[in-house]
């Protein structure tokens, strides 16, 4: 077996998990407003069970759903009647030989009072961040009721079926904060030094420990460095689960805290590795077993870091939503098979919305209790996908693994579209391995590919397809404006096309537009960023915007928010305000125009006159994300004559 280490046995506690792969917690949103099992909840942590999991820790579960309430679907075991929900879950996961623990959890400041009508509760009333609502300081009396809570929910898990808890003590929520130097201000036996900041975890354990049974693993997740000046370090957190290391059975370590998500779920500008620091230190000063993540996208890294011993367990995250297969395939012997997280912070954007979480590559992710079965009706029928961008590239793999005959016709040389210039971006190589995936699937699910080859409804008759799928794509749009024939598009900067030098002037700073900034920057152009909305990055998710435009601000273009291009000329462009009207010549070697895409006109039409049957997928039909495509693919390729 090629990962000797990741398919090796290991022991947490009493129980024996079948590899070294963990599926780490992460909020759905998939639960119902009460906080009950749903169907949806069930068969998606069944399908990563299927998949080879050795061991999941599901999703943060509330103990409490009168003073925390995270988001609106929050997953439960605060009431009795949460018991009969979890224990399908658990019986959907241990068919498949998978341990499954429940992720205790309050969120103490970090709740919502939008959603509980209550001021939160914290150890010394502080807000999570500047800003933020002021929680509660809390009483012992309220202490004891909410420590009183988690241990009824350990007992409920017990019930159900759990093999085990942990207590969630990472991310700022209510545990941590009694541990954080920075929210715990008490000076009753509940604060101060590390005894007293672990007092109330402590006290917790013992009495779980009281009212189970005693292979009942018990453990913790905590954030080894909340990596923000003032909170917890390093140091302060091992000093923490030292304290606490006889009573639990291991340790799970992540990273951040309330003021910095992205040492958690880091955005894809972030290297593989660069905090697997902090699980080593965990993992050479504890004799328990440590279970953390690294930003694993592929089984030879989770190896890797087993090798160098940076923990006992790899723990799995976004991985797992891309692809509930990652474990099987990498046993099989198919790696190349794994589609990998290109970590675009797409399921994290849904999760910070209040929304059911979504995957840019995986839009079968919450659906799996719709499509549970692929309905192979194809029967050979023929069908032609023209375009071989990710919309195109997903309607041809759902089309095939359904059984029609599918012809996949692309006018350039390889398939991938706009992923091929995407994945030219700083730190994008990510998305080439994503089309990589996607060819290799393609391929044995025997997809023909056409390469090279302008589709025409002349031509795609010879097919004598039983329904045509566009998803030919879109162009950049150029308005209306002169000299708009002397812009270079952003392509052409991406894929070196052009080698621009001197003063740029990049019209349009959305996401391709600062990629085209950042590329620029680097290659030591000087820069003007013109951007008719109040900032520039708009519609950009923060977390990514928050590094690019960083990175952007480090090389100190010139930057005309709120302004519109009027005209390009030799030498300058012509600029709007749009607060005074002022009108300003900008001057410039060149100018880079990036104003977003629209559908090609009349290739619908010309389509629709000669074929009964024509879908129109992706930017083809409304310009958008690789989510956009992908799911618009996923869903209309599995409706299509079912």
Not at 129 to 144: C, F, L, Q, R
Not at 217 to 234: A, C, F, K, N, P
Request: charge should be negative.
């Amino acid at each position: 077996m090629a990962y000797s280490k990741l398919f090796e046995k290991g022991k947490i506690g009493r129980l024996t998990i079948k590899n070294r792969c963990v599926m780490m917690p992460m909020g759905t949103v998939y639960a119902d407003k009460d906080g009950i099992a749903t169907d949806r909840i069930i068969q998606y942590y069944s399908e990563r069970a299927r998949g080879g999991i050795g061991l999941i820790i599901n999703e943060y579960t509330g103990v409490d759903d009168v003073d925390s309430i995270p988001t609106v679907g929050n997953l439960r075991a605060a009431r009795d009647y949460h018991i009969s929900g979890l224990e399908r879950l658990t019986d959907s996961v241990h068919k498949y030989d998978c341990k499954i623990f429940a992720q205790i959890h309050h969120g103490g400041m970090t709740s919502k009072p939008a959603l509980t009508g209550r001021q939160s509760l914290s150890p010394s009333g502080i807000p999570a961040a500047p800003g933020a609502p002021v929680p509660k300081e809390m009483t012992v009396e309220e202490i004891k009721a909410v420590q009183k809570k988690f241990v009824d929910a350990a007992v409920r898990c017990q019930k159900a079926g759990y093999d085990g808890v942990e207590l969630h003590g990472a991310h700022s929520y209510l545990i941590a904060q009694f541990f954080s130097k920075y929210y715990n201000k008490r000076t009753d036996e509940y604060g101060g030094d590390v005894e007293g900041r672990t007092r109330f975890t402590s006290e917790i354990i013992d009495e779980i420990r009281k009212v189970v049974r005693p292979d009942f693993v018990v453990g913790l997740r905590i954030s080894g460095d909340e990596m923000v000046e003032g909170h917890m370090t390093l140091e302060d957190d091992l000093e923490i689960v030292k304290f606490l290391e006889n009573k639990l059975d291991y340790i799970n370590v992540s990273n951040g805290c309330a003021q910095n998500g992205d040492a958690n779920c880091d955005p894809y500008s972030f290297t593989p590795g660069w905090k697997k620091h902090v699980a080593k230190a965990f993992k050479d000063n504890l004799s328990i077993p440590v279970i953390a993540t690294n930003t694993i996208k592929d089984p030879d890294w989770a190896e890797q870091l087993l090798e160098e011993g940076i923990s006992d367990f790899v723990g799995l995250g976004r991985s797992q939503f891309a692809d509930p297969e990652f474990v099987n395939k990498a046993k099989e012997g198919r790696s190349d098979e794994i589609v990998k997280c290109i970590g675009c912070m797409y399921c994290r954007e849904r999760l910070m919305a209040d929304m059911p979480i979504e995957c840019s590559l995986n839009p079968r992710l919450g659906v799996e209790y719709i499509y549970k079965d692929v309905k192979k009706n194809g029967e050979g029928r023929p069908v032609v996908v023209i375009g071989g961008g990710p919309g195109g590239m997903e309607a041809a793999l759902v089309l095939a693994q359904r059984g029609f005959r599918t012809t996949l016709i692309e006018k350039g040389s390889e398939l991938g579209g706009t992923l091929n210039v995407a994945d030219k971006a700083k730190g994008k190589h990510v998305i080439t391995e994503y089309v990589k995936t996607m060819k290799k699937l393609i391929e044995k699910a025997g997809v023909e590919v056409v390469l090279n080859t302008e589709a025409t409804p002349e031509n795609v008759k010879a097919y004598t397809p039983v329904g045509v799928f566009i998803a030919s794509g879109a162009a950049t749009v150029e308005p209306s404006i002169p000299g708009i024939e002397k812009a270079y598009k952003p392509e052409e900067v991406l894929l070196d096309k052009v080698k621009l030098t001197g003063k740029v002037a990049v019209i349009g700073t959305g996401l391709t537009g600062l990629e085209v900034l950042e590329k620029l920057g680097d290659e030591g152009c000087q820069l003007t960023a013109v951007e008719m909305l109040a900032d520039i990055g708009p519609g950009v998710f923060p977390p990514i915007r928050k590094y690019i435009v960083a990175d952007i601000m480090s090389h100190k273009p010139e930057c005309y928010t709120n302004h519109k291009l009027l005209e390009i000329k030799d030498g300058a462009v012509v600029v709007e305000s749009l607060a005074d009207g002022k009108v300003t010549e900008l001057p410039c070697d060149s100018a880079v125009v990036s104003l977003g895409i629209a559908p090609l006109k009349g290739v619908v039409e010309a389509y629709e006159k000669e074929f009964d049957k024509v879908i129109v997928i992706g930017d083809a039909n409304k310009g958008g994300r690789i989510h956009n495509a992908t799911k618009d693919a996923f869903t209309k390729a599995n409706a299509f004559l079912d």
